[in-house]
């Protein structure tokens, strides 16, 4: 979808990533609940729009509250970041890990009914229980009939088998080396950004580690190691998404924001088994729907923030974007073209592998990345965006291939 008229985005914010890896995490001790990372988050935000009076409306993306904290009805928490947030309308959305990309597209929708200014925010809280049973939580995203045939890690499974048949097709070993190098980046990338839960990784050799660390479906699942997954995080992100005249209100130029050029989101039907385990269909049909609505190709694209839930979602998202053949994107990811100084950064502040996945919170913050990478607000994790190149996408996934939220950006 091309927005109708001018919709920005500006004043995105992150908590950390908390979970295993934070210097601040242990599992025995009382943390932080759902309640703290919404306000932290909303407030963030507030304080660089001038304050709740500038919002017309939220949207909260969050996708298991329900289970992991016992908590629904999540739009009764704006009022809790601001009073001057009571009153107005408030929703939430879900789409498993897509919850945050969703909440990003709710929030362009607001504008282009008539809204001004949304206040757009991601959040989860997972680490109220180990990850083995948290498997079983996000495994909500996939068909419910089917899951008593996946294996106990449920993701981690889906994608083993995703990553075993890409071994199969094309060779295990140039694989490996793709998917250990993409791990690598994230390790890079992550220890320059101090929310992220990676950031205080020391680790030498993050390539080797990976590397050597041979899958074993004894103790895990056959085709991935603990190296090639997300994390179990708790976070949350917010952005103020905004029409010309939102902006006006808020007193932001729109140099200082990203200008959402397309937004589509696509969904694929859930209850169907994926046509082809090494392609990743739905998002290979958004991202290219996505830059022939913009009338952009890859070339122009500067930066993307894309789902790599576990290292062989991010090979194939290579692929999706048509940067490297079907079957080469490991060895165009091994040749380093993605890492921070290569010809197509991506993930440049850690994404799901090194900054954290709080699933639902997880394409708020993939917003805010693109927006601090093309307003020149990232930081240690700052890249260059060349002129010839002024575009940047987000691709957020709610299971496995099933809720895409693509959208494309370029500096206002
Ligand atoms: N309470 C108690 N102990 C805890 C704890 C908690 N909340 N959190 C961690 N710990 C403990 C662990 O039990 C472990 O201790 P032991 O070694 O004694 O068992 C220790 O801290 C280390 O924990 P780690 O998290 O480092 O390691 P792990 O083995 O527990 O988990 C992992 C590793 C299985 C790879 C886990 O990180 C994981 O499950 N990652 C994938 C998460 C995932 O699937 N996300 C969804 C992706 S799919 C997607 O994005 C699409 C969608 O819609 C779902």
């Known amino acids: 979808m091309i927005p109708h008229k001018k919709v920005y985005m500006y004043g995105g914010y992150n908590t950390i990533s908390l979970g295993t ?16 990372y919404i306000s932290e988050a909303g407030n963030g935000v507030l304080k660089q729009i001038g304050g709740a009076d500038n919002v017309d409306d ?22 809790m970041i601001d009073k001057g947030l009571s009153m107005k309308y408030g929703t939430s959305v879900e789409g498993a890990c897509g919850s945050g990309g969703l909440s990003l597209q709710t929030g362009i929708r607001n504008i ?25 939580v996000l495994a909500g995203a996939g ?12 993701f981690p ?52 580690a990976c590397l050597k660390m041979e899958p074993n479906a004894k103790f895990f699942v056959p085709n991935l190691n603990v190296l090639d997954c997300s994390k179990v995080s708790d976070g949350a992100s917010g952005i103020a998404i905004a029409s010309e005249e939102g902006l006006k209100r808020m007193g932001v130029k729109p140099s200082d924001a990203v200008e959402v050029v397309c937004a589509v989101a696509a969904t694929r039907d859930i209850t169907l088994d994926p046509i082809d385990l090494t392609e990743l269909e739905a998002i290979k049909y958004a991202v290219q729907k996505a830059m022939k609505e ?39 990811v091994a040749a380093k073209h993605t890492a921070r100084d290569g010809k197509f950064p991506m993930n440049t502040s850690g994404g799901l592998i ?5 699933t639902g919170g997880t394409g708020v913050h993939q917003a805010v ?9 990232a930081g240690d994790y700052q890249v260059e965006i060349p002129n010839d190149r002024p575009y940047a996408m987000t691709i957020n996934m709610g299971g496995d291939d099933v809720t895409i939220s693509v959208i494309i950006y370029k500096r206002g």
């Open 112 to 136: 282009l009914s008539g809204s001004d200014v949304t206040l757009s925010l991601g959040v989860e809280v997972q680490n109220t229980m180990k990850a083995i049973y948290g498997a079983d």
């Open 58 to 79: 939220g949207v909260i993306g969050n996708f298991m509250a329900a289970r992991f904290n016992n908590q629904a009805n999540l739009p009764g928490f704006l009022p």
């Open 294 to 332: 913009a009338g952009i190709t890859i070339d122009q694209v500067a930066t993307a923030e894309v789902h790599d839930c576990f290292t062989i979602a991010g090979i194939l998202t290579v692929e999706a974007l048509g940067l490297a053949k079907r079957g080469e994107g490991c060895d165009f």
């Open 354 to 358: 090194g900054w954290g996945h709080p």
């Open 143 to 154: 068909w419910f009939k089917k899951r008593k045939d996946g294996h106990a890690f449920f």
């Open 369 to 377: 990345t693109i927006w601090q990478q093309l307003t020149g607000r």
């Open 157 to 208: 499974g889906q994608f083993s088998d995703r990553a075993g048949a890409y071994y199969e097709k094309y060779d295990k070993e140039r694989a490996r080396k793709g998917m250990s190098q993409w791990y690598a980046n994230a390790m890079e990338n992550a220890r320059l950004d101090p929310t992220a839960q990676e950031y205080h990784n020391t680790n030498p050799n993050p390539y080797q």
């Open 21 to 36: 890896g934070r210097k601040e995490f242990n599992p025995k001790k009382e943390r932080p609940g759902i309640e703290h």
